[in-house]
């Protein structure tokens, strides 16, 4: 699959680009202890400040990079050492199936050093690292177990990220297990979105959870 990221001549939005959009949706994390939870009534200020290219509607935030780019959103609640992260994801409009991908961030240390685990609406799943500002596949491409398809489909996206260890789900079918490298001093957690190259993409999310695992 072809990633639209940072290359010569392609702009690229700057971290928090976010709207809001579509459909009923609830990814619950089974844990009790809650670290952080968003129904996106409003656009929390830990989010940051608001853009042109972000809105809330009906209880959820829909984020839509212009074509051939990707935008983030990071929010600033608080530092969290072991975590377990779900929230659904809606494709309100993909374009390209197989070059428009959307889910949650995590092991976020800064713009240049994150994770995010990302599912396109063809139904296949990657996990990707950002280090030094330049993005590295930490698993390829491949299909996602029970990942609903195309337009208008949701999908309950979950990370259990445990000491340096990550396992991700999509609804609730373990996709893959990873090891890699958590900040030492805490991580914030965030959402990801990017658009094929001839169109715009948007993508909902709802019922943002973060517990311990």
């Known amino acids: ?13 700057p971290v928090l680009m976010l709207l809001a959009g579509l459909g009923p949706a609830a ?4 844990g009790l202890d809650v670290l952080f939870e968003d ?3 409003s656009l929390l200020p830990t989010w940051g400040e608001a853009k042109p290219a972000i809105r809330i509607e009906d209880g959820q935030l829909v ?8 935008v983030w959103a990071v929010n600033n609640a608080g530092l969290y050492d072991d975590i377990d ?17 959307a889910g949650p961030i995590f092991w976020y ?4 050093n994150f994770y995010v685990f990302e599912l396109a609406p063809n139904g296949k799943a990657s996990i990707w690292r950002r280090q030094r ?8 491409w491949q299909d996602a177990a029970n990942a609903n398809k195309g337009d208008g489909a949701s999908n309950e996206m979950r990370v259990t990220a445990a000491g340096g260890d990550a396992v991700f789900y999509v609804n609730g079918t373990e996709f893959h297990k990873l090891s890699g490298s958590p900040p030492d001093n805490g991580q914030q957690i965030g959402l990801f979105a990017g658009s094929p190259d001839q169109s715009d993409a948007a993508f909902a999310f709802d019922g943002l959870r973060v517990t311990k695992p």
């Open 1 to 13: 699959m072809k990633l639209p990221r940072a290359a010569a001549g392609r702009f690229v939005l």
């Open 27 to 30: 990814a619950v994390c089974p």
């Open 39 to 41: 129904q996106f009534v």
């Open 63 to 70: 984020l839509r990079p212009p074509s051939g780019t990707y």
């Open 85 to 101: 992260m779900c929230v659904t994801v809606t494709t309100v409009a993909g374009g390209d199936a197989s070059e428009s991908k």
């Open 109 to 112: 240390e800064d713009v240049n």
């Open 133 to 140: 500002g330049k993005w590295l596949a930490q698993v390829d």
